[in-house]
């Protein structure tokens, strides 16, 4: 089967990763082929050239497409009555705005023939576009396959070592974790350094300043391999992700493989993965630094916790893997394929 993967940019991103896997995968038995929404350059790109599949720039003689990410609707509500689409969707709440910003895009919802989404959660979120659709809606967790097939060396350090991995821009809220850090006692700052790895798109003047004014402290890496990334990851005394919306972010999941202890923002999505506070992660509400600056001091100086948290986290993450998401995939494809055939019978 020929299936093109639309994808939205190249850089590095728990999305872009998601259609690197899925390319490796479908390789196997397909004819891929990867269309960016936005062409430009990337350790996405560089890795899909490197296992030579084709970037291409139109979808003409396709047999299936799978689009990805919300930003891929248009796509879908313009030509998928001409070819089988399948949606996946990967955004959560921000998805809605997204829709609400620019209504085009809901109409993938009418014309995708399944849509495939992380988490129960999602389902809710796009309740109001999904109940009439006529797609096959499909709850598929994701997860890094490439943090299984290689051998992951901890990256060297000095000082405890805060990591946080994603795009650095609003929705991420890294000014929350730097004054999160500065609330914390002058001793206890000296003494860790925080990694942010991720594309920099916009960080507030005064955490501009507050990075500026300690370099020795705050390092800003920019987009980094997988592999780089998770060898900071592996070295982390604490993982921190304060976002203000999420669906299942796949550096949770890297995390919980590595036994790295997590501090998260509180996000509904979060209790239908199953994370829950003191259990497997600590959690603060969007935004507030004095709860986010009380949890980092319990990991970073509390040894049972630290070893409590990762272990519950483990566990979690192992029940998830039960279920291989590669497999679920090839039932979505041939499920979409064997209906377009029954269509053509005209049943």
């Given at each position: 089967?020929?299936?093109?993967?639309?994808?939205?940019?190249?850089?590095?991103?728990?999305?872009?990763?998601?259609?690197?896997?899925?390319?490796?995968?479908l390789?196997?038995?397909?004819?891929?082929?990867?269309?960016?929404?936005?062409d430009g350059?990337?350790?996405?790109?560089?890795?899909?050239?490197?296992?030579?599949?084709?970037?291409?720039?139109?979808?003409?003689?396709?047999?299936?497409?799978?689009?990805?990410?919300?930003?891929?609707?248009?796509?879908?509500?313009?030509?998928?009555?001409?070819?089988?689409?399948?949606?996946?969707?990967?955004?959560?709440?921000?998805?809605?705005?997204?829709?609400?910003?620019?209504p085009?895009?809901a109409?993938?919802?009418?014309?995708?023939?399944?849509?495939?989404?992380?988490?129960?959660?999602?389902?809710?979120?796009?309740?109001?576009?999904?109940?009439?659709?006529?797609?096959?809606?499909?709850?598929?967790?994701?997860?890094?396959?490439?943090?299984?097939?290689?051998?992951?060396?901890?990256?060297?350090?000095?000082?405890?070592?805060?990591?946080?991995?994603?795009t650095?821009?609003?929705?991420?809220?890294?000014?929350?974790?730097?004054?999160?850090?500065?609330?914390?006692?002058?001793?206890?700052?000296?003494?860790?350094?925080?990694?942010?790895?991720?594309?920099?798109?916009?960080?507030?003047?005064?955490?501009?300043?507050?990075?500026?004014?300690?370099?020795?402290?705050?390092?800003?890496?920019?987009?980094?391999?997988?592999?780089?990334?998770?060898?900071?990851?592996?070295?982390?005394?604490?993982?921190?992700?304060?976002?203000?919306?999420?669906?299942?972010?796949?550096?949770?999941?890297?995390?919980?493989?590595?036994?790295?202890?997590?501090?998260?923002?509180?996000?509904?999505?979060?209790?239908?993965?199953?994370?829950?506070?003191?259990?497997?992660?600590?959690?603060?509400?969007?935004?507030?630094?004095?709860?986010?600056?009380?949890?980092?001091?319990?990991?970073?100086?509390?040894?049972?916790?630290?070893?409590?948290?990762?272990?519950?986290a483990?566990?979690?993450?192992?029940?998830?893997?039960?279920?291989?998401?590669?497999?679920?995939?090839?039932?979505?494809?041939?499920?979409?394929?064997?209906?377009?055939?029954?269509?053509?019978?005209?049943?």
């Amino acid at each position: 089967m020929k299936i093109l993967l639309l994808n939205d940019e190249f850089y590095t991103t728990g999305a872009s990763t998601a259609i690197l896997r899925l390319a490796e995968h479908l390789r196997e038995q397909h004819d891929v082929s990867v269309m960016p929404r936005i062409d430009g350059e990337g350790d996405i790109k560089t890795k899909l050239k490197a296992l030579d599949i084709p970037i291409v720039s139109n979808a003409s003689d396709v047999d299936l497409v799978i689009a990805n990410t919300m930003m891929g609707g248009e796509f879908v509500a313009k030509f998928g009555a001409q070819c089988p689409m399948i949606w996946w969707i990967h955004e959560s709440d921000i998805g809605r705005q997204f829709i609400l910003r620019n209504p085009a895009l809901a109409e993938g919802f009418r014309q995708a023939a399944a849509i495939v989404f992380q988490t129960t959660y999602q389902k809710m979120v796009y309740s109001s576009f999904t109940f009439d659709s006529p797609a096959e809606v499909h709850v598929l967790p994701f997860w890094n396959d490439a943090i299984y097939t290689q051998a992951i060396e901890p990256a060297p350090k000095e000082k405890l070592r805060i990591v946080s991995i994603g795009t650095v821009e609003p929705r991420k809220r890294v000014q929350d974790t730097i004054n999160a850090v500065e609330l914390l006692s002058d001793s206890m700052k000296r003494e860790i350094e925080c990694v942010f790895i991720g594309k920099f798109i916009h960080l507030p003047e005064r955490e501009q300043a507050i990075v500026k004014a300690h370099p020795e402290r705050y390092h800003f890496l920019g987009e980094q391999p997988n592999e780089i990334a998770l060898r900071y990851l592996a070295s982390a005394d604490c993982f921190v992700l304060a976002s203000s919306s999420e669906s299942q972010p796949l550096s949770i999941w890297e995390s919980f493989e590595l036994e790295v202890p997590i501090c998260v923002s509180d996000l509904d999505t979060y209790q239908h993965i199953g994370l829950k506070h003191g259990v497997n992660a600590l959690v603060h509400p969007v935004g507030n630094t004095d709860i986010l600056a009380e949890n980092l001091r319990t990991i970073l100086t509390n040894q049972s916790v630290r070893a409590s948290l990762p272990k519950a986290a483990k566990s979690l993450l192992l029940r998830t893997l039960a279920k291989d998401w590669r497999s679920g995939f090839d039932g979505i494809i041939r499920d979409v394929a064997t209906r377009r055939e029954i269509s053509k019978l005209g049943y």
